[in-house]
């Protein structure tokens, strides 16, 4: 796939490890997006304005995170980008996901996806079973284990309609990019919860990996190619 970009959400500073997950992907085109000050965004205040005497939504960091992911969809349609591989700062590179990153990158050119999630939040992985299995049931839990233990070694495989339960990481094209910037920016949900309801559409074509390449760590500082995921 040609002309893809790596757009990193948050990025608060220059990080010479960039390096490493450039040479992962063959992909040296990289687009920051700040998170962004809701307080300042016109659709946000406008959505309070009109939604003042009857709040509902989410609230100003959800939204700020929402309208980032927007600005990416919005650059990947403005630059003519074919895809484009979204970070949120606190992605984090597992060692899987340094085995088979260009590999899926590869997969997502030659598949009819129009994306691809890339990993879980970190707080619902097997490293906090009791937590996985309180929050999501025990088959879950034992699906998460299965993954880990006996995927981790087999080349990736992907599931249609499957959410990841976080947006920290994802493929995707420039046809559906173009499609959720189009729609007029609605705050009722935060971006996960809205990616989750477009995953669960079997024509949108939303897939997710089934070994973790990203998983999110909840850290202040950038993160995006650490070692240190399992």
């Not at 340094?98 to 691809?116: A, M, P, T």
Request: proline share 4%; net charge neutral; charged share 20%.
């Amino acid at each position: 796939m040609n002309n893809i970009a790596i757009i990193i959400l948050g990025r608060e500073s220059d990080d010479h490890r960039l390096d490493f997950l450039t040479s992962l992907t063959n992909i040296d085109k990289i687009i920051d997006v700040p998170f962004v000050d809701s307080s300042m965004n016109l659709n946000w205040t406008k959505w309070q304005d009109d939604n003042g005497n009857f709040p509902v939504g989410i609230g100003p960091g959800a939204a700020g995170c929402y309208l980032a992911h927007l600005a990416a969809w919005e650059i990947i349609t403005s630059e003519n980008l074919s895809a484009a591989l979204i970070l949120e700062d606190d992605a984090l590179i597992t060692k899987y996901g340094e085995r088979y990153l260009g590999q899926v990158i590869l997969d997502f050119s030659k598949n009819d996806f129009n994306v691809v999630h890339l990993g879980n939040d970190y707080k619902v992985g097997i490293r906090n079973p009791i937590t996985l299995a309180m929050r999501h049931g025990i088959r879950h839990m034992l699906k998460a284990i299965y993954e880990l233990v006996f995927l981790r070694f087999r080349p990736p495989a992907y599931f249609r309609n499957d959410f990841p339960f976080s947006t920290h990481a994802y493929l995707i094209n420039k046809s559906m990019a173009k499609a959720l910037s189009s729609e007029t920016p609605s705050f009722l949900l935060p971006v996960d919860v809205f990616l989750n309801g477009i995953s669960q559409v079997k024509r949108n074509k939303v897939f997710r990996i089934r070994s973790q390449v990203f998983v999110q760590m909840h850290t202040n500082r950038t993160s995006l190619v650490t070692n240190g995921g399992r």
